[in-house]
């Protein structure tokens, strides 16, 4: 199993992001996407999920409003759509999908907010 995150990079703040969570070797329409994110000197935060049967969200308060998380399972493929980014976005942003028990993980991709 191999989850692939990508699309991070730096961006000034009040820009937009799209991160791409690109997951092989298991069906992702059978797990839930959950977003994590990693500041510099922080604790990992679980900041956005997506349901594997209805599609239920849900978004921590700090990215409420300005986050959107989607999955295409055609594609296995999930998405983090970032607006309006503020420098305490900056973060190292991990996809996981999760089932039961079951958690894969992915690498990481870097999101620099900075002026």
């Known amino acids: 199993v191999q989850l692939q995150a990508s699309g991070g990079g730096s961006v000034q703040p009040g820009g937009s992001l799209k991160l791409s969570c690109v997951v092989s070797?298991?069906?992702?329409?059978?797990?839930?996407i959950v977003w994590f994110r990693q500041a510099p000197g922080a604790e990992r935060e679980g900041i956005s999920i997506?349901?594997?049967?209805?599609?239920?969200?849900y978004y921590a308060d700090s990215v409420k409003g300005r986050f959107t998380i989607s999955r295409d399972n055609a594609k296995n493929t999930a998405y983090l759509q970032m607006s309006n980014l503020k420098p305490e976005d900056t973060a190292i942003y991990y996809c996981?999908?999760?089932?039961?028990?079951?958690?894969?993980w992915g690498q990481g991709t870097l999101v620099t907010v900075s002026s």
């Open positions: 996981n999908a999760q089932r039961g028990i079951l958690q894969y």
């Open positions: 070797g298991l069906s992702l329409r059978n797990y839930a």
């Open positions: 997506i349901g594997d049967t209805d599609g239920t969200t």
